[in-house]
């Protein structure tokens, strides 16, 4: 599997960004995808995820409490996309977001990371 992000950037507190990332190779076996970030000196953190092959509607999301109520995780699985729309941005959102898979391959569970996308929340 294969990932590849856009829609990082730089934005004012309070601003919007939406991140995309689309998965590539073997996308048949991935079950989940979704974003991790890492700030300086911090350990990367998971964001959010969806569980892949439904709707939006359909599939369970999970999310980190500092996230809640401003980001929203959403996936298109007819293109294998996933996206993160980011609203009410803090600084302290600042970081490199990861977008990542989870597939089963022979039932063992292998996770796959994209280079990551700079967001940038000035004060």
């Known amino acids: 599997v294969q990932l590849q992000a856009s829609g990082g950037g730089v934005v004012q507190a309070g601003g919007s960004l939406r991140l995309s990332c689309t998965a590539s190779n073997s996308v048949f076996s991935i079950t989940h995808m979704g974003w991790f970030r890492q700030a300086p000196g911090n350990p990367r953190d998971l964001v959010a995820a969806?569980?892949?092959?439904?709707?939006?509607?359909?599939?369970?999301?999970d999310y980190a409490d500092s996230v809640k109520g401003r980001f929203t995780i959403s996936i298109d699985n007819a293109k294998s996309t996933v996206f993160l729309q980011m609203n009410s941005l803090k600084p302290e959102d600042t970081a490199v977001y990861y977008c990542?898979?989870?597939?089963?391959?022979?039932?063992?569970?292998?996770?796959?990371y994209g280079p990551g996308t700079l967001v940038t929340v000035s004060s």
């Open positions: 969806i569980n892949s092959g439904g709707s939006t509607d359909d599939a369970s999301t």
């Open positions: 990542y898979a989870r597939s089963i391959v022979f039932g063992t569970p292998k996770f796959y």
